[in-house]
């Protein structure tokens, strides 16, 4: 157990549809970062924050947006959903915001896209 | 730009025999490396990194990985394969505070 939770698990939903993905890092952890997993594009990096702020931007769409809130926890909000959505999300923690920090993650969300 | 290449999609090796997962790396300064294992249906687990120092570094589950600045490659190691090492392995380069970026990570099998 890597001490970040996900949630939820699953979800299913339809097209068009938006959806609000949760993440809390590990005790003590400041820096949360948002991966999408899926089958053709591999492990894509999507956003990093730190702190509360905005530290780094991957591959995010304009219609997925995250925040960190002030107890540290991180929501990623997929809006206008796509069937190519259909991925896992994997958040992740780590102590600082860069350097030789490894990450922690979470064990995911299966997002499916009808 | 940093970027990271696993050229292997697959790597097979029996039980008890020595395994390699290659890893090689591109930036433009001084990397930070690691290696992430993931098992079915599970998030990422960290194996280990490299910082500084040592160009051989051990981590979790008995691997190794060896740091190799002029080959610019930061290998995987274990000298004796297990069939619960069967798994998705992938490789990480970081250069100071940018993004992580991740490998496509190679699929170890491990034959009984």
């Known amino acids: 157990d890597s001490g970040v939770t996900q949630t939820p698990k699953h979800l299913i939903t339809a097209t068009g549809q938006r959806v609000t993905l949760r993440c809390s890092p590990r005790?003590?952890?400041?820096?949360v970062y948002w991966y999408q997993q899926s089958l053709d594009q591999g492990l894509q990096f999507l956003i990093q924050?730190?702190?509360?702020?905005?530290?780094a931007k991957g591959n995010i769409l304009e219609r997925f947006s995250a925040q960190q809130f002030p107890d540290l926890h991180s929501e990623l909000n997929l809006s206008s959903l796509e069937l190519g959505d259909s991925a896992l999300y994997f958040c992740?923690?780590?102590?600082?915001?860069?350097?030789?920090?490894?990450?922690?993650f979470g064990p995911g969300t299966r997002l499916t896209v009808l | 730009a940093q970027s990271v290449a696993q050229p292997e999609d697959q790597v097979n090796v029996a039980e008890g025999n020595p395994l390699t997962v290659k890893c090689t790396y591109s930036v433009s300064g001084n990397p930070y490396l690691f290696w992430y294992v993931q098992y079915p249906n599970r998030g990422l687990q960290f194996l280990l990194k490299?910082?500084?120092?040592?160009?051989l570094v051990k981590g979790s589950y008995g691997f190794e990985a060896e740091f190799n600045k002029s080959q610019t490659s930061f290998h995987l190691k274990k000298p004796s394969a297990l069939v619960s090492d069967s798994a998705l392995y992938f490789c990480?380069?970081?250069?100071?505070?940018?993004?992580?970026?991740f490998g496509i990570g190679t699929k170890l099998q491990v034959i009984p």
């Open positions: 924050y730190y702190n509360g702020e905005e530290r």
């Open positions: 992740a923690s780590s102590a600082w915001a860069g350097g030789g920090n490894e990450q922690f």
């Open positions: 005790s003590g952890d400041l820096s």
């Open positions: 990480a380069v970081r250069e100071g505070y940018q993004k992580v970026t």
């Open positions: 490299y910082i500084t120092g040592d160009n």
